[in-house]
């Protein structure tokens, strides 16, 4: 009996040690789980720049919008919800954004113009009556070209960047550093949208989502066309074995040459414009000018231009 006593008394002990061993490796991963969590909500917000009051403004104003949400998504002309959801993705989700909220804000400044065109109209300024008709349209249509607008442009400095951000990552693949831990190294020293994109990608590495489909998500959030191309030669070169730092360097490489033959495209496109400028604005205003000088000198007998203002 007391052997058997002795027995339970040793189990008891070996269980409560494995149990205390079992915690104590359960707070040891809860606090790497912690400290790699709180890296990466590092990594995806950095040192982001705080809202001016005038963006605080315009994102409160925004709330207003989503009592008009529901005429929104039936009144969608040029705004159905896919496009919609398209232009807000790769525009970064300005000032938190939704759909609704969306749909919303063109019919609230479709409203707001109608105000203003009523306003002008009873205070009689001119060409009040166009203003009724016009302030609508302009506040409905003039919401849906400043989303599309901001998508573009971020597109833009996505594929601007992108040459700085490929000869880092080569230059630190190449001393060694696998890529995801470069990315997480590297990434927060960007801004814009290189760094959302890319901070959001380490996100979903870090949560379980499978690296192709990771790299799915990135191609469908951006169509800019040097991104587009990275993305795919990362895929490709993962399939067949490529070193990624080749990648890097022969894509950063390929976005400088193209670049730079934007620009001389770009320089080739203003030189006739300067030149209808300098044609049709510039030299006849300076005619007209010399020509009023010496009607002026006429009239005021043939005196030069300081007697003129005596």
Not at 135 to 159: C, D, M, V
Not at 207 to 235: C, H, M, T
Request: hydrophobic share 45%.
């Amino acid at each position: 009996m007391d052997g058997m006593i002795v027995i339970m008394l040793v189990l008891c002990l070996t269980f409560l040690a494995f149990s205390l061993r079992s915690f104590y490796v359960y707070l040891m991963k809860k606090k790497n789980v912690k400290e790699k969590m709180e890296k990466d909500v590092k990594v995806f917000e950095g040192n982001q720049k705080k809202e001016s009051r005038w963006e605080m403004l315009i994102a409160k104003m925004f709330h207003y919008a989503d009592d008009f949400s529901g005429i929104g998504q039936r009144v969608n002309f040029g705004s159905e919800n896919h496009d919609v959801h398209k232009w807000l993705i790769q525009s970064g989700y300005p000032y938190h954004l939704t759909i609704e909220r969306f749909q919303g804000l063109k019919m609230f400044m479709g409203i707001l113009g109608l105000i203003v065109g009523g306003s002008a109209l009873v205070l009689g300024l001119p060409f009040a009556t166009f203003a009724v008709i016009l302030s609508p349209l302009i506040g409905y249509a003039g919401t849906i070209i400043w989303i599309k607008n901001r998508a573009k442009k971020r597109q833009e400095e996505l594929s601007y960047q992108l040459p700085d951000f490929l000869d880092t990552m080569s230059v630190t693949v190449q001393a060694g550093v696998g890529l995801d831990q470069a990315l997480r190294d590297i990434v927060p020293y960007f801004e814009g949208p290189i760094k959302e994109e890319f901070g959001r990608f380490i996100q979903e590495m870090e949560v379980g989502v499978p690296r192709n489909e990771a790299y799915q998500y990135l191609l469908k959030r951006n169509d800019s066309e040097e991104f587009q191309l990275l993305i795919k030669s990362l895929i490709q070169g993962e399939q067949l074995g490529v070193p990624i730092s080749d990648t890097f360097r022969q894509q950063s490489e390929e976005m400088r040459k193209v670049k730079k033959e934007k620009v001389k495209e770009k320089a080739a496109k203003a030189s006739p414009k300067v030149t209808l400028i300098t044609t049709f604005i510039i030299v006849p205003s300076s005619m007209l000018l010399i020509a009023g000088l010496m009607i002026i000198n006429m009239f005021n007998q043939n005196r030069n231009i300081f007697q003129m203002f005596q």
